[in-house]
């Protein structure tokens, strides 16, 4: 690797870290691009030279929290036809929240307020992508009324942003792995059985 391309990638390093850090102590509105340039050591035009603005930062920072989610979202390890594989949903949200574990700082930065809603929303779409050929095949009803798909997303990724926002703005010592067979109980247990899914346990 060439010398100048570690120093890009230390520079941006730098920026992240400083943005993190800065708008853990005051909020991402209060956050200007001096202030992430003086936390960094560098001037504005290096900071420009990575990024237009804070808010592309941000969304920079928000893509790699997905990308943490998408790459152990596998379709094929985890249902088959009607019955949902619990114990490889469960291994796949250990992994996730360990990695959110590993870098809870990160995460809260980007939970931070409205961010909450924006990154439930675009799990879903990604939860609609790769899995509607199987969401489609599922064909979940209630009393001979089929469910639709997108409420049932909507319906998960709220209990799941929910759960990981206590998470990691409580005390709490819950384990990855506790939290992960914590939710898969009380989802899988109740909710996806009334709704005609099977589980394998």
Do not use: C
Not at 6 to 34: P, W, Y
Not at 123 to 145: M, P, S
Not at 150 to 173: R, V
């Amino acid at each position: 690797m060439k010398k100048t391309d570690l120093r890009v990638k230390r520079t941006n390093k730098m920026i992240i870290d400083a943005f993190i850090h800065l708008v853990e102590k005051s909020g991402f509105e209060q956050v200007t691009v001096q202030d992430i340039a003086d936390e960094a050591m560098i001037n504005r035009a290096t900071f420009y030279a990575h990024y237009k603005d804070k808010q592309d930062l941000y969304e920079t920072i928000f893509d790699y929290a997905l990308t943490a989610f998408t790459s152990v979202l596998n379709p094929t390890e985890l249902v088959k036809g009607n019955l949902i594989k619990v114990k490889h949903i469960e291994l796949m949200m250990t992994k996730i929240y360990r990695n959110i574990q590993e870098n809870r700082k990160f995460y809260l930065t980007i939970m931070d307020g409205s961010a909450n809603e924006i990154l439930r929303k675009k799990i879903a779409d990604i939860l609609n992508e790769q899995y509607a050929d199987i969401f489609n095949r599922l064909k979940i009803t209630e009393n001979d009324i089929e469910v639709p798909m997108d409420f049932i997303i909507e319906y998960m990724t709220s209990i799941f942003i929910g759960t990981l926002h206590w998470w990691l703005t409580t005390d709490s010592q819950m384990t990855p792995e506790h939290l992960a067979k914590l939710v898969i109980k009380l989802v899988g247990n109740g909710h996806l059985t009334v709704l005609g899914i099977e589980i394998e346990k």
